[in-house]
Nanobody
Framework: QVQLVESGGGLVQPGGSLRLSCLVP????????MGWYRQAPGKQRDFIAM???????NYVDSVKGRFAISRDNAENTVFLQMNSLKPEDTAVYYC???????????WGQGTQVTVSS
């Protein structure tokens, strides 16, 4: 019954920006660690960024200084602001929720990000 709804993917030129959004059910948003992952063709799904309920963030080295994860508690939404995009950022991006109460993990449907001239 839990569904994370993602939006914001698309085609962008190198150096451009995109902001991904993930709408989370209000009943669980405040009790989960939110994260973003990505999976390129033929590759495993890799961790990109996370944010705790109290705002602590962590990033994979390859996106530090370019990507920023944030959460809007009033709108129960998590964002991934992606700047200075590179072709190697091309992947399907997934929103993730790790529930700290029931210990379950939920995923979004994935949204395609393509960085190309």
């Amino acid at each position: 019954q839990v569904q994370l709804v993602e939006s914001g993917g698309g085609l962008v030129q190198p150096g451009g920006s995109l902001r991904l959004s993930c709408l989370v059910p209000r009943s669980i948003f405040s009790i989960g660690v939110m994260g973003w992952y990505r999976q390129a063709p033929g590759k495993q799904r890799d961790f990109i960024a996370m944010i705790t309920p109290d705002g602590i963030t962590n990033y994979v080295d390859s996106v530090k200084g370019r990507f920023a994860i944030s959460r809007d508690n009033a709108e129960n939404t998590v964002f991934l602001q992606m700047n200075s995009l590179k072709p190697e950022d091309t992947a399907v991006y997934y929103c993730n929720h790790r529930n700290i109460v029931n210990l379950r993990t939920y995923w979004g449907q994935g949204t395609q990000v393509t960085v190309s001239s």
